[in-house]
């Protein structure tokens, strides 16, 4: 069963942020939130993950509801580089910290 | 972060046959993961593959299908076993980096005619 959900696709205009949701309602306390993204079915890449607090890092923000319940993904200037498919991912921390993905949103920065 | 080499990058197949991926990563790791892109869709995890011991399979992988090796702590084979239309995917190997990051090969874009 999937552990998240996520708009299939979302447009952004270049040089504004782009804000990503993603509901996981499910979320057990020891499973951690990831988002990836790929790009033309390239290996998947790392963006952030977290557990309860809001993370920041060069990439993104990650903001992860009180509840855990949902979170979203902030990309601060989207560029057209950004353009990718963006990933969801709850990790089962006490499963071998197997990620296990969502559908994914297709995001599209236009200019 | 782990850099991984997986091989080969894409190969076309006549059904019935077997293709083995392999996946060799430049540091050692504890867990590997496989997992299947199918076209257009997300990934799902195959298996779980930890040295020492047989991989975990996911609901709806099996291990005659899906045979995985894992000899050493830097390397691993998926195989993929007699194979239809329907196994047309792109396999990807993934590690657990020390830093909780997650490094994924490039990927096996596979064909089966």
């Known amino acids: 069963d999937a552990k998240t959900t996520q708009p299939p696709s979302m447009d952004c205009a270049e040089g504004r942020a782009a804000n990503l949701p993603c509901n996981h309602s499910?979320?057990?306390?020891?499973?951690?939130v990831y988002w990836y993204r790929q790009i033309h079915s390239q290996g998947p890449q790392y963006i952030i993950h977290?557990?309860?607090n809001n993370e920041t890092n060069e990439m993104a923000s990650l903001i992860i509801t009180e509840d855990r319940k949902s979170s979203t993904l902030i990309l601060p200037h989207a560029t057209l580089r950004d353009t990718a498919v963006y990933y969801c991912?709850?990790?089962?921390?006490?499963?071998?910290?197997?990620?296990?993905f969502g559908q994914g949103t297709e995001l599209s920065v236009k200019p | 972060s782990a850099v991984i080499s997986q091989k080969p990058s894409r190969d076309i197949c006549q059904r019935g046959t077997s293709l083995t991926i392999q996946c060799q990563v430049d540091?050692?790791?504890?867990?590997m993961f496989w997992y299947r892109q199918q076209p257009g869709q997300s990934l799902t995890l195959i298996a779980t593959?930890?040295?020492?011991?047989?991989?975990?399979?996911e609901s709806g992988f099996v291990i005659d299908k899906f045979p995985i090796s894992r000899p050493n702590l830097t390397f691993s084979t998926l195989t993929v076993s007699n194979m239809s239309p329907e196994d047309s995917s792109i396999y990807l190997c993934?590690?657990?980096?020390?830093?909780?990051?997650?490094?994924f090969g490039s990927g096996t874009r596979l064909t089966v005619v």
């Open positions: 540091s050692q790791v504890t867990m």
């Open positions: 977290g557990l309860k």
């Open positions: 593959a930890n040295q020492g011991s047989e991989a975990t399979y």
């Open positions: 991912i709850v990790m089962i921390y006490n499963q071998g910290g197997k990620l296990i």
């Open positions: 499910t979320i057990s306390g020891n499973e951690y």
């Open positions: 993934s590690v657990r980096d020390r830093g909780d990051g997650y490094t």
